[in-house]
């Protein structure tokens, strides 16, 4: 079964620090793996995704997250957080094959604070 | 311009009444999603329709039906409306494929029942 763990319900950072998410994934099938930010009162908006090409892949912001398979992570980074990154951030993967191959099970979800 | 809209966005009722949310995407996408975020921000698929057929029906009390009239819209209807059933409401959409494909929400339907 596909499942999504995210260390960390609640990160508080320094304005200017690196910013660190944990996600760590089990999957059955090949896993696509997601990030997505929801700002306060908002939508989800993708920040990257792995879809098995390559194993460091950017998004939009400044975030990066790296794929490990022998570690089954997919944590999101971003070298300085700045004040606009303070939002909740949602790791996903995909649900598998036939049917469920189109669902996101997404993880509890991490809200991160920055400190000015 | 927006991508995919949900209307209303705020809904406040009172148990036992029904309610419809109604989602439209001018992506050109094939599939449209019905995800329920609840207090403590999870976040779980509802159902999914995919060229207008449901294609994900997870377990999910009967009350609710989704209809979707055609690709571009995907409307849920909530029957008997419980306290449990408050939460926010996000419509997505995506090209169907692979499970690749991006999934773009909309900005939710925040639905309190009293």
């Known amino acids: 079964a596909q499942s999504v763990t995210q260390l960390g319900s609640h990160v508080s950072v320094s304005e200017g620090a690196l910013v660190l998410l944990r996600c760590n994934y089990s999957?059955?099938?090949?896993?696509?793996l997601f990030w997505y930010v929801q700002y306060p009162n908002q939508g989800l908006q993708l920040l990257l995704k792995y879809t098995s090409a390559a194993t460091l892949v950017k998004g939009i912001n400044g975030f990066e997250a790296e794929f490990k398979k022998s570690e089954t992570s997919f944590h999101l980074t971003k070298p300085s957080a700045h004040m606009s990154d303070a939002a909740e951030y949602f790791c996903a993967v995909r649900g598998g094959y036939g049917g469920a191959t189109n669902k996101l099970i997404f993880g509890t979800g991490t809200l991160l604070a920055v400190q000015p | 311009d927006t991508a995919v809209s949900q209307t209303p966005k705020y809904l406040v009722t009172q148990m036992g009444n029904d309610k419809s949310i109604k989602c439209e995407q001018n992506l050109g996408h094939d599939t449209m999603y019905w995800y329920k975020q609840d207090s403590k921000k999870f976040l779980k698929i509802m159902f999914s329709y995919n060229n207008k057929e449901l294609i994900i029906n997870e377990t999910v009390p009967n009350r609710f039906s989704p209809k979707s009239p055609d690709k571009a819209h995907l409307n849920l209807h909530i029957n008997s409306l419980e306290l449990g059933d408050s939460a926010v409401y996000f419509c997505?959409?995506?090209?169907f494929g692979t499970g690749q494909e991006t999934q773009y929400f909309g900005p939710g339907t925040r639905l309190l029942v009293l």
């Open positions: 999957s059955s099938v090949p896993p696509y």
């Open positions: 997505a959409s995506s090209h």
